[in-house]
């Protein structure tokens, strides 16, 4: 079922929503990301994604996608189609100005403090669009992700997978979008 997502938010306090348009975002990463688990195999993933991004684009005139990258989530591969990606940059950017810093009674760590794939989850309101916006930045060289790996754990041990579903260890590497000037 690579291409369901059932979002549930998490966060009972409303007032976090107000000081960044999360339908706006997740409505971004939703026409420009999609998630695969790492168990499909490549070729797959690749047919799936550029299929994916086609009926996305067809409604709108627009043809299939040009340029597909990919991002390893730990747990999730993310197809990010980046010719639409860095047609939303600016938009993007600014939505994320207005990244908050508590959700209901939750610190979440500014995006420049190395926030992890649980304060976006947070923030956005389920895992899918936290996956989605880990990718996206990295396509728009807003970030790097981190994974337990560059934490010195060996992908897929007990330990790895504990450092990536409970530790924090999916995150970024800050957020500077000056990064993503394309030079």
Not at 4 to 26: F, G, I, P, Y
Not at 38 to 46: A, C, F
Not at 109 to 137: C, F, I, W
Request: aromatic share 10%; charged share 20%.
């Amino acid at each position: 079922m690579w291409g369901v997502v059932h979002k549930v938010w998490l966060a009972s306090d409303e007032a976090w929503r107000s000081s960044v348009n999360t339908t706006q975002l997740c409505d971004i990463i939703g026409s420009t990301t999609v998630a695969f688990e790492t168990t499909i195999p490549e070729s797959e993933r690749d047919e799936k994604a550029n299929e994916h991004f086609t009926r996305l684009r067809e409604p709108l005139g627009l043809s299939a996608p040009t340029e597909i990258s990919w991002a390893y989530c730990y747990f999730r591969q993310v197809a990010v189609d980046s010719h639409r990606a860095y047609a939303m940059r600016d938009e993007v950017i600014d939505l994320l100005e207005g990244w908050p810093t508590t959700v209901g009674e939750r610190a979440i760590r500014p995006l420049n403090d190395l926030p992890t794939l649980q304060d976006m989850t947070e923030v956005l309101g389920n895992q899918a669009d936290a996956y989605g916006l880990l990718a996206l930045g990295q396509t728009l060289r807003f970030w790097e992700i981190n994974t337990p790996e560059t934490y010195g754990y060996t992908a897929g041990t007990p330990s790895a997978d504990t450092a990536a579903s409970k530790g924090g260890y999916v995150r970024t590497n800050g957020y500077t979008p000056t990064n993503s000037q394309v030079g």
